[in-house]
């Protein structure tokens, strides 16, 4: 028997909400159609590669007091990609309307990712073994892979797979790559009238799965509260022994929108947004800057503490060090069969090759960096022999960085207090914690919603429940054309058809909310401190989604 | 109008609870003396330092039919140290019980840890002010600090300060050394006839101040428990994506008690506790073999994903490591003015002059480490000029030292597994969350009881709640001399009476369970996700407390 903790226990009990309209089970659903829908961008390209999928409208489902009779079904369903709070919960919601439509359908789970089913690695879902996963975090039921579901040889042996399991659905839980392979896979599947529906999943705390018809991709409220407790705590510690300042890296490659939402729940004293330092063609040395100021000042004002928010992926954002990692990319392959480089006796050495190789530009930027970090670039490379930026101390760059400008204005006499720092990075913390009771919710519903998408014959569409802001008996169940929000991107130099990734936009009502406050925030102590998730006690503290959603649905609502 | 948080809102209205006998306040009590106390060693030497305070009695409060007068009081209060979760509880339970007492009766908060009772840096504590902190955590209340309470110049002031606020008694909240501090000061009341009381309470999430009549210090359980949060949500990770050894370093410089509850709240695969590796004199390549033969092994079962749970101290546990260390700290100040060494041109070169004046052992030992430790032994040092253990990354020195055998392991064809590992370090994300309500209850009773203790005029203990693992009406409050737990113990090279660090005890049931268990957990993934503190829902989550405290009173229990 396995130990279970106890607040495990308790969770297996929690029954997740469901919209009114899923409320009686898929059988009892009647599908509205909308209009005919394009895709957001390049719709000739994106028309031309998804003939038999493109255009199709979004459908809302409405309950109905008609019953109807369920075929028969066998579905498969992959986990994808990087974990997110509340993947299990898909699971389970799925598997129950798959067995409340017919008790004879079968789940069949891919594991170990997309994998799975090219490999035909799978098991068949009980009651007993769904159980014991309902309203946990992490993906550990089936494991997850990031495999790219995307060659012919793929497609086939899916469709061998699928075809010996008599499966005629699968469902794919993901992120914006994940949920493009789904539409390939849906596409190619039509085109070999292989009568087999695909449906996705929008999945990812990074939270740049979102558009018009997708609220928030699931595991985003989670994360983000869960990195905000941190944050929240690390604040009260700093404004209590007033000695250090903290420096907090948030797991987010591209997008800042975790950052942006751990930011606006708990009110620190420096932000930094990868999107705006783009934007506005920001340096290291601007940056730096900024960030130098604001200690300076609240020195200046006796406080010798603070907190900085920094997005993982901020490094490739700001243009001149974008610039050197690509040329540094462009190199590496070159240094390492080099006999000089290889054989270099320190890694000293080692750094004077790289700036006699970099262009003169990104040699500058390179020579300028610690030697923390000029290590760090040349240590860790990925699959395609490029930097590792995610092994990239960009806290301790900083840190460095500051110091050092801190030390220069020390001797100047413009700087008269104390800065001692420390660092932090918040990422595998949150991706696997139980999801609050709003991902609880929201996934059990996608969940339970692709089952309903499957059960009318869809395919090629994305699991979408909407109106999230309200209570779960009114959220809008239906399901959006995956094509729709594709456009054609450039994929290691050729151009493929994407899922365009949201980012933040600086024009936008969340970007606001920081940007109005960020002075404030500077120099006062705004702190706010969140506290741990709460799952179960006054609804004020265990139902509330995030300010992200919040403001964006306020938004949406008054454009309407 | 200060915003709050939602949980902060719902916080605030929490009624902590008191032992049934300090319900009706402190005019409604009978005090029992029990029989003379000894100091735990050193009796001789103890009594002679303590003449005035030592050998009294333990005592324990029951409530009485009587009600008494109370005289008018002004008390002071001290938050002395790193910040605990609860500290704020203890001073709104002393200010209740004073309150309720005596409706003319002043409590004054000094700022910024004990300097601020001989700075005389104050504020007087009113219903608004505090109820704005009841149940939060952290100490920014009145701040906290670490000076030293300890010279007769020191203690002259605080007189004079107390005098001025016709303060009759001061209650230090705070870990051993400050509570060492307050033991000096109520003796030195005492001695100079100045009719001050001095009471202490128990802090310190370090879980290292406690014995037979201390059953835990305040901020252990609060602080294990957000430590476990992430370990469970990292093994969580872990066990989904099963391609990372995550190594978490877990605050806690010298008891590894903190390590050990979180370990047993999560069971990952290897813990390493300090006390172990210093009584079996472990090396520190005797520890990467234990973790290395450990990651083999699971590699050979298709595992090559892990946690490791480290604690903070664990570098100077090691014997060779701590005699290069001290032996670091002695030469260190004549480096620092040494040319050579201070104008070498790079880290390497001073990195040999270190080896060529360390002895010849413990230049072998320095040698043998990672150039990154090498430089973080150089970088920070404290203001004695000692190495400041608390800045080495010993996580990845770990991670280095393992890839290195790992390496020539594979070479041999005895590895054939992937060792990729991720580091973490976890401190000040538990310090100062919101208390469990074990802690807002303990603390919240420990500050009560403080104003029991003084009203029956007590000086010289520490406040006192045990049976806590039973209900918190069945709780039993009353107060122990702070002599009784004192010994000699060298300081800077002298004797001095010291209240005696609890450690972990090899033999005693917390280690046990850890040890009984550890090769299953090792090679089995026994993984319990404890997830976030709840202060609402089931009593079964919300009101357990850690393993550790079980663990002993049931021991303790067993043997009356």
């Not at 009686?24 to 209009?35: D, F, H, I, P, R």
């Not at 997110?84 to 129950?96: F, K, S, T």
């Not at 159980?131 to 892979?145: L, M, P, V």
């Not at 399901?479 to 929000?485: D, E, I, K, R, S």
């Amino acid at each position: 028997m396995t130990k279970l903790s106890p607040l495990q226990i308790e969770r297996l009990k929690y029954q997740p909400k469901l919209p009114a309209s899923l409320q009686n089970g898929v059988n009892s659903l009647s599908m509205v159609e909308g209009a005919a829908t394009e895709s957001v961008r390049d719709q000739e390209q994106i028309k031309a590669l998804f003939s038999n999928t493109y255009g199709k409208p979004t459908v809302t489902f409405e309950s109905s007091p008609v019953s109807k009779e369920s075929e028969v079904r066998n579905v498969g369903v992959i986990l994808s990609g990087g974990q997110a709070p509340g993947g299990h919960n898909v699971i389970a919601g799925l598997y129950d309307a798959l067995k409340n439509a017919n008790s004879s359908n079968k789940l069949y789970g891919f594991l170990g990712g997309p994998s799975g089913i090219i490999e035909g690695k799978y098991v068949e879902f009980d009651d007993e073994f769904i159980n014991a996963y309902r309203n946990t975090g992490g993906f550990d039921i089936i494991g997850s892979g990031r495999t790219k579901l995307e060659t012919e040889e793929q497609f086939e042996k899916s469709l061998a797979v699928c075809r010996k399991l008599n499966i005629s659905a699968v469902v794919i839980i993901g992120g914006d790559d994940s949920n493009t392979n789904a539409a390939l896979l849906a596409e190619w599947f039509v085109k070999h009238n292989a009568g087999i529906q695909v449906i996705g999943c929008p999945k990812t705390i990074d939270g740049d799965l979102k558009n018009e018809q997708i609220e928030i991709s699931f595991g985003f409220d989670t994360a983000t509260k869960t990195y905000a407790e941190l944050i929240g705590n690390i604040e009260r510690d700093a404004n209590s022994a007033k000695k250090y300042w903290h420096f907090v890296k948030i797991m987010g490659r591209s997008a800042s929108h975790v950052a942006l939402e751990a930011a606006l729940q708990t009110q620190p004293n420096i932000t930094l947004i990868s999107e705006e330092v783009q934007e506005k063609k920001m340096s290291l040395s601007s940056i730096i800057d900024y960030m130098t100021d604001i200690i300076v000042r609240r020195a200046n004002a006796g406080k010798n503490f603070g907190i900085a928010v920094i997005p993982e992926g901020l490094i490739e954002f700001i243009p001149e060090m974008g610039s050197m990692i690509s040329n540094l990319n462009d190199i590496m392959a070159s240094l390492e069969s080099d006999s000089e480089f290889v054989n270099a006796t320190t890694i000293r050495d080692k750094f004077d090759i790289v700036e006699n190789r970099l262009d003169t530009e990104n040699a500058k930027v390179y020579k300028s960096l610690p030697a923390l970090i000029k290590g760090q670039l040349l240590a860790d490379r990925d699959p395609h022999g490029n930097v590792q930026v995610s092994k990239i101390e960009t806290e301790k760059l900083l840190i460095e960085m500051i110091s050092t400008k801190l030390a220069e204005l020390k001797e100047e006499g413009t700087f008269i207090g104390k800065f001692s720092a420390q660092s932090h990075f918040f990422g595998y913390e949150g991706r696997c914690a139980f999801p609050s009771n709003f991902d609880a919710d929201y996934c059990y519903s996608l969940g339970f919603n692709a089952f309903a998408l499957i059960s009318f014959g869809m395919t090629g569409y994305l699991s979408s429940v909407r109106n999230l802001t309200e209570s779960a008996d009114k959220w809008i169940a239906g399901g959006v054309p995956l094509t729709m929000m594709m456009n054609m991107e450039k994929r290691h130099g050729e151009m493929k058809p994407v899922i365009q990734k949201a980012l933040v936009r600086l024009d936008g009502p969340v970007f606001k909310q920081l940007q109005d406050n960020r002075e404030d925030w500077a120099m006062n102590d705004r702190y706010l401190f969140p506290g741990a998730i709460q799952y179960f006690g006054p609804s004020s503290v265990c139902d509330i989604t995030t300010v992200t959603l919040q403001l964006e649905r306020a938004k949406q609502l008054a454009s309407v």
